[in-house]
């Protein structure tokens, strides 16, 4: 079983930065897809970073120049400068072996058949 967890989340104050950690249980494949989402409550899951097999990433245009996804000891990590109130959110990592690229990669249909972390709690105070 594939077991993803979420971490590196916190309360920042306006202009802070926070970085998010993804890790994986066992995981076979040499190569994947990872997407970082967020929800709100009360809001749609949105997506925000996407990286894909080959290294290419895609942001969303609320988080360019701020956010950064990026492959390492962990699965995924997701660095986030310059935060906003409206950044907070739960923030939550998929993988799966495949993905979209451009703007199809950022919606979490796309990631049904996706493994899903628990999410880690960003709140970014005003």
């Known amino acids: 079983q594939v077991q993803l967890v979420e971490s590196g989340g916190g309360s920042v104050q306006v202009g802070g930065s926070l970085r998010l950690s993804c890790t994986a249980s066992t995981w076979h494949y040499d190569s994947v897809c990872v997407a970082w989402f967020r929800q709100a409550p009360h809001r749609e899951r949105e997506g925000v970073a996407v990286i894909d097999r080959n290294g290419n990433t895609n942001y969303a245009e609320f988080v360019k120049g701020r956010f950064t996804i990026s492959r390492g000891n962990a699965i995924s990590y997701l660095q986030m400068n310059n935060l906003k109130p409206e950044d907070t959110a739960m923030y939550y990592c998929?993988?799966?072996?495949?993905?979209?690229?451009?703007?199809?990669?950022?919606?979490?249909?796309?990631?049904?058949?996706?493994?899903w972390g628990q999410g880690t709690q960003v709140t970014v105070s005003s």
């Open positions: 998929a993988v799966d072996q495949a993905c979209y690229s451009g703007s199809l990669g950022l919606k979490a249909e796309s990631w049904g058949g996706a493994y």
